[in-house]
């Protein structure tokens, strides 16, 4: 047996060169797979809506591959649309797949998977008990749920299911990175740990090559092995290359956890088949019970941020004393002009890059004293408006501190800007890391076909 | 060791978030010999990160990967990603804090 897949690129809207998916085109792919998603760029995406990447980038992706794939035939599955999966992400990609469809003459059965979860259930589901905390994930309250956006990761049975429905192009809602290339093989009956080990070594595109970059990788996967490819010549891999992309932003490099279980590649070989190629044997997949991760953002409030420099090592040297100061003042100064407003629903933070701003409270205490001082002040709060607000006194204060060494007033802040503030909206936050246990691995996700 | 030899012997060093709550570092050698030393030298241990981060060391997930060469470190992010304390929305510099504790005698 032998199951080609082709993974594009790393992320929808990444990018990747035009000649590298021609030639995998020619080795005939049973599917093309492709994420759209992650978490890794913070919560804004799942608590807003507003995907990572430009429409203008993922057209230009989106419509390379729906030409592939009405050549070819085969299956598109596009996985966590709009960055963070949730159904109005889906929505977005799926208006592109129409445009391009009625611009260029193609026609597909398309389906949607939603992932959105009702945020009134999940809290019901924590109250009987069952959400179970992934590692290091903090204690969340029915209050932190009910705020929540909350999006389900889905596996490939909701993906299969479709297919097995007559989908050509599948656009899912928050996925599993790789059950976006683990679904078609399954189905035509491949091994389970060659299959998901072979999912996750092209799940980030061309990550894994030297140069790493956004490209695409080629997989052949066959009974006893899998063999995995760049799709261009510029782009290399090694077995330590292959190996060691295990590593990428997993917590564990040998252990991957799935939603029907555990991949095991602590037994896996990789070994050279030219400069291009690597054949990877070994990895097993151990069956669990069915669990499900769900993933929640919630609303922090509005900021408004001010950045500025400090030169005069006078002023660098007091920083110590005079922020302190400052953040009295603030206080005194936001109950005399906003006196109904908790300050508790208030941040007003500084960070001075230059002298422990990047590590924080974990900074090595002896930190040489810098030249220059970045200032980056960032206040929040619960409307916009208000965090406007605070922000022209405090950019207006932060601007003359008294220094105990002059007599007169200086201006202790180099502002680049005029005004010195800048409304960045609203500001999010990760609730929850968790899973359930849906009562199959299909109900947790609804889906619609049709034509295009 | 200083940061400076480790440097010579790796390809990679980074810190990049495991999801948003845990931080994982990666040390890739450029080759066997390389890391079989940093290996056998105890350099990189659950002790260091659990000084430097402020962790009961079974806090500390910590893996040697032979066919990756590479040492892995995986902890609770110091702050959890994207909370208003968190200065580093994709954790990739905070690895810089084991370079300089090297050159510091913070092991």
Known sequence: MEIRILAPTGALGAGFSRAGLAAAVELAPHVIACDAGSTDSGPAALGSGTPKLSDAA??????????????????????????????????????????????????????????????????AVHRAGGLSPLAAAPAVSEEDILDSHIVAMMGVEPIQAALADGAQVVLAGRASDTALFAAVPHSLGADPGLTWHAAKTVECGAACAIPPGADGLFVHLRDDHFTVSTTTDERRLTPHSVAAHTLYENADPFLVTEPGGVLDTRDARYEAVSDTSVRVSGARFRPADYTVKLEGAALTGYQTIIVGGIRDRVVIEALPELIPLADKYFAARLADLFPAVDPAAVDISFRTYGTGAVLGVHELPDLAPPPEVGVLITVTAPAQRLAHDIATFVAHAASHLPIPRYEGLVSTIAYPHSPPETDRGPAYRFTLNHTIAPATPTEPFRTHLENV | ??????????????????????????????????????????????????????????????????????IKVTIPRPVVQGSLDDADCYGGQQYALVLDALDRGRS
């Open chain 2, 1 to 70: 060791m200083s940061s400076a030899q480790l440097l010579d012997l790796c390809s990679l060093v980074r810190s990049k978030n495991a999801g948003p709550f845990e931080l994982t570092f990666d040390f890739v050698c450029h080759d066997e010999a390389g890391y079989r030393e940093l290996r056998d030298s105890e350099l990189l241990t659950p002790a260091l990160f659990a000084n430097l981060f402020a962790l009961n060391e079974n806090q500390v997930g910590f893996h040697a990967h032979d066919a990756a060469l590479a």
């Open chain 1, 58 to 123: 993922v057209r230009r992706d989106f419509e390379a591959l729906l030409l592939a794939r009405d050549h070819l035939d085969v299956p598109l599955i596009i996985g966590s649309c709009g960055t963070a999966g949730r159904d109005d992400g889906v929505d977005r990609v799926a208006g592109l797949a129409r445009e391009i469809a009625a611009a260029r003459g193609l026609r597909f059965r398309l389906a949607r998977i939603y992932s959105d979860q009702d945020s009134a259930r999940i809290a």
